[in-house]
Each structure stands twice: as C-alpha cells, then as structure tokens.
C-alpha cells in the first residue's frame, strides 16, 4: 500500500548496481521461504521462492540464497533498475504448517 | 488472465456498521487466506482455509469471521468493526498439496477505514 514504506529499513542503489536485501526468520522448523515485491498501491507479487533442501535458486535477474545455519536468507538483485524499486518482503512457512510469517520488509529506493 | 480480486477497493464506515470485503480467485487454488498490513509490522494472517469449509485462525482472528462455501470465494466479514481494524487487507490464493506450501497469489487490496 501507498504508506507501507514507513518506518522501513532503506537500501539506496544506483542504477546498474547489484542489491542485496537481507532477511532473518526466525522459526528452524521452516522450510519453505519466499520473496515478494511490493509497489506503491499494489499487492505483493511472486518474486522466487526457496526450499530448505537447497542453499542456492537463481530466476531472472534474481537470487535467493538461504542459510539454514544462522537463520537467514537473502535476495540478490542484478543491474538493478528504476522499476525494482519497491519494497521486499520475505516469507517463511513452517514444516507441516498452512500459515505464512512475514517479514516487515525492505524498502529498496533506485537511483537513475 | 488468472487473478485474485478483492472488492471494494476503498471503504469508509462506521462503528458497528457490518460490512462484508468479497475475494474471488479463478485460479481453482485450494488454499485461500486474508492478511492484514499495518504499518511497521508487514503482513498479518486473519483467517485462512485449505479447501471448501475447511477455515482457520490466523494469528490476528479477533474481530473477523470467513466463509468458505466456494472453492473460488472468500468473504471476509466484519460482523461489528471498530477503529482498530483500519488497515490494509490482502487476500492470498495459492495451490495446496495438503503436504507442501507454496507460492501465494495476493489481490489488489482493500483499504478500509473504520470512524
């Protein structure tokens, strides 16, 4: 929504340049993780998602890479661009579980 | 185009004033959730269903009741809103295997201000 911004972290990229934003969960029972990017005025959108029998998923432009051993997964954005501005949000869902946690999410400012 | 849609889109009530928010996927997903956006504090889940009356609690269920009478359906339900569930509501659709989660497909949104 158009005021989900507040009060988030922000990482500030150039044009061109590789992002990183990172997310610690916090249940060791999940197993299953998420990416979702989120637009001013819009609803989440599928970004690329990861299972805890890998370390490592690549889409376009994108990577997901999760350590199950601290508890933290992170999304890599190549040459990112003006229209990946936007805030990041990742998800868990524990083993066995229908419910999803998310994060509060990141917001990642491009600069042209 | 496979969709998840929510209506209305923006609602203004009142206190105690019922209202019904409509979700509708045509994505024949088995699984189907409302999530509620605050500020600082991302997505929370309201209620959830596996299937066709099969729902259950979120981790913020107070205050809201679902229905599950339609695979593609989903109404949430605000039998007496008050001025803490102004918020942004989101309803999420994904396929269930029953055994694995997987992505979720989220609407638009509804953003309902209670006075």
């Known amino acids: 929504g158009e005021n989900v911004g507040l009060h988030l972290p922000t990482l500030s990229v150039q044009e061109g340049d590789n992002s990183i934003i990172n997310c610690a969960y916090s249940n060791s029972a999940s197993d299953y993780f998420i990416w979702y990017k989120q637009e001013s005025g819009k609803g989440p959108q599928f970004i690329i998602d990861i299972r805890s029998n890998m370390d490592k998923r690549q889409g376009q432009r994108v990577t997901v890479l999760l350590n199950k051993t601290v508890k933290h997964l992170s999304l890599q954005i190549a040459a990112t661009q003006p229209g990946d501005s936007a805030v990041y949000f990742c998800a868990e869902n524990p083993h066995n579980f229908n419910k999803f946690y998310f994060g509060s999410g990141t917001k990642l400012n491009v600069k042209p | 185009e496979a969709q998840v849609t929510q209506n209305p889109r923006y609602l203004i009530t009142v206190t105690g004033k019922k209202l019904t928010v409509t979700c509708s996927q045509n994505m024949n997903h088995e699984y189907m959730s409302w999530y509620r956006q605050d500020p600082g504090l991302g997505l929370r889940q309201i209620y959830y269903?596996?299937?066709?009356?099969?729902?259950d609690k979120g981790d913020v269920p107070e205050g809201y009741k679902v229905s599950r009478k339609e695979k593609r359906n989903f109404p949430l339900i605000l039998e007496s809103p008050s001025p803490n569930q102004t918020s942004l509501y989101f309803c999420?659709?994904?396929?269930?295997?029953?055994?694995?989660?997987?992505?979720?497909?989220f609407g638009p949104g509804t953003r309902l201000t209670v006075t």
């Open positions: 269903s596996m299937n066709v009356e099969v729902t």
């Open positions: 999420a659709s994904s396929f269930s295997s029953g055994r694995m989660a997987y992505e979720q497909y």
